[in-house]
């Protein structure tokens, strides 16, 4: 059954090292959604894309933090240089907009990657 | 800037007792309202979404409740099973542009057989 996929699950770097997290959204829906959990902060967006492009990028740091969409199959969340702090839960999530419709309600999400940077 | 409370942050029940759980939010200009399930080690599934313009969802033994002038939305689980056991997270969306989800930090439900 379709289902979002996210690699790698678990990553244990050390800081100052580049991180690349990879998502594979559901075949045909044309929004992806980056999260970040912790137990601090709870499940945070972290940016999301329509249509390869971005929509809103407003929680990532910019410093550091980077999301493509290489095609429409990919999807990664770069860390570079990664720092402890960043040690947490990334999530995907892929959705389906409609044209003229209202949005990607419903929100597939992935596995997510367990990341810990030491 | 809107802000999800979840209360409890956690429960622990016996098997075939009835909850609620509560989620309220801040900022009552909101879109939608899900209530979302998650496991240990997994990511998040969608149980229920409420339009606000709706008062309620209901699905299988699962019902929510919206109360929008409030800032309240309720969970309410009947029968509850072992399965039950999970995280729940309640998340709105706000009205206009942005499909941007606030989450609550979620109820953590223990249901003892």
């Known amino acids: 059954d379709a289902r979002v996929t996210q690699t790698p699950r678990h990553k244990v770097t050390e800081m100052g090292q580049e991180v690349t997290m990879r998502c594979q959204p559901i075949l045909g829906h044309n929004t992806v959604f980056w999260y970040r959990q912790t137990m601090m902060q709870g499940l945070e967006l972290l940016a999301y894309f329509r249509n390869r492009a971005p929509l809103d990028d407003s929680g990532m740091p910019k410093d550091r933090f980077s999301a493509e969409m290489p095609d429409a199959t990919l999807a990664t969340l770069k860390i570079q240089p990664s720092e402890p702090r960043d040690s947490a839960v990334y999530f995907c999530?892929?959705?389906?907009?409609?044209?003229?419709?209202?949005?990607?309600?419903?929100?597939?999400f992935g596995p997510g990657t367990r990341l810990t940077v030491l | 800037k809107q802000e999800v409370t979840q209360i409890p942050a956690a429960l622990s029940v016996p098997e075939g007792e009835n909850l609620v759980l509560n989620c309220s939010f801040t900022d009552s200009a909101i879109y939608n309202l899900q209530w979302f399930r998650q496991d240990p080690g997994k990511g998040l599934t969608s149980l229920l979404l409420i339009q606000s313009s709706q008062r309620e969802q209901t699905s299988g033994r699962l019902n929510a409740s919206l109360d929008k002038s409030s800032g309240r939305s309720t969970l309410y689980i009947a029968a509850s099973q072992p399965g039950d056991s999970a995280t729940y997270l309640c998340?709105?969306?706000?009205?206009?542009?942005?499909?941007?989800?606030?989450f609550g930090k979620g109820t953590k439900l223990t249901v003892n057989p």
């Open positions: 999530a892929s959705g389906s907009r409609l044209a003229g419709g209202p949005g990607a309600d419903t929100q597939y």
């Open positions: 998340a709105v969306r706000r009205q206009g542009g942005s499909e941007k989800l606030v």
